[in-house]
T-cell receptor, first 116, second 111 residues
Framework: GAVVSQHPSWVICKSGTSVKIECRSL??????MFWYRQFPKQSLMLMAT?????????EQGVEKDKFLINHASLTLSTLTVTSAHPEDSSFYIC????????????FGPGTRLTVT | QKEVEQDPGPLSVPEGAIVSLNCTYS??????FMWYRQYSRKGPELLMY????GNKEDGRFTAQVDKSSKYISLFIRDSQPSDSATYLC???????????FGKGTSLLVTP
């Protein structure tokens, strides 16, 4: 099956610093990647939709200047949490939509961010 | 009202039991329905994918969609301890679009 990887899987950073999370589709091309956030015992909430070669579309309430998304190639999207604060501590999960089988979405293993 | 409602549980059943997991939704535009399994601190894993109404079976798993009632179900037969996880329902109006998730139901299958 299709594989999506995320790096890092776990990161701790100090308040005020920035963290970059990578999402890669390993064996397929993805024109669209989605970024979700999941707080403990909560559902996955969509943060933004990332399209290759264009600006990301952010959901209401998600600050685009704080959560920078870059989708420079068909296999890589990055999410940068800028000036992180403890309330940004969460589980960040990406999913990628297969270019060929566009009805299929595959999720990455997630990145756990802890801001101290 | 959230678009997708799902009882968070926890649900505890003995090994071998039939498990029934359910979600309700409010957006009648939803046509694509999925069930994901998520283990602690891991990404969701797709279990079942259904378009529109009807049933779909895959091994021990059966997904049902009743669009008239805006109600979907996942049945797990002969449940195993390895089925212990959180089960998330998800849906969208268009294929390949961002998904609307339920909160997830925590399932524990005891030996």
């Amino acid at each position: 099956g299709a594989v999506v990887s995320q790096h890092p899987s776990w990161v701790i950073c100090k308040s005020g610093t920035s963290v970059k999370i990578e999402c890669r589709s390993l064996d397929f091309q993805a024109t669209t990647m989605f970024w979700y956030r999941q707080f403990p015992k909560q559902s996955l909430m969509l943060m933004a939709t990332s399209n290759e070669g264009s600006k990301a579309t952010y959901e209401q309430g998600v600050e685009k200047d704080k959560f920078l998304i870059n989708h420079a190639s068909l296999t890589l999207s990055t999410l940068t949490v800028t000036s992180a604060h403890p309330e940004d501590s969460s589980f960040y999960i990406c999913s990628a939509r297969d270019l060929i089988r566009s009805d299929e979405q595959y999720f990455g293993p997630g990145t756990r961010l802890t801001v101290t | 009202q959230k678009e997708v409602e799902q009882d968070p549980g926890p649900l505890s059943v003995p090994e071998g039991a039939i498990v029934s997991l359910n979600c309700t939704y409010s957006n009648s535009a939803f046509q694509y329905f999925m069930w994901y399994r998520q283990y602690s601190r891991k990404g969701p894993e797709l279990l079942m994918y259904t378009y529109s109404s009807g049933n779909k079976e895959d091994g021990r798993f059966t997904a049902q969609v009743d669009k008239s009632s805006k109600y979907i179900s996942l049945f797990i037969r002969d449940s195993q301890p390895s089925d212990s996880a959180t089960y998330l329902c998800a849906m969208s109006a268009n294929s390949g679009y961002a998904l609307n998730f339920g909160k997830g139901t925590s399932l524990l299958v005891t030996p």
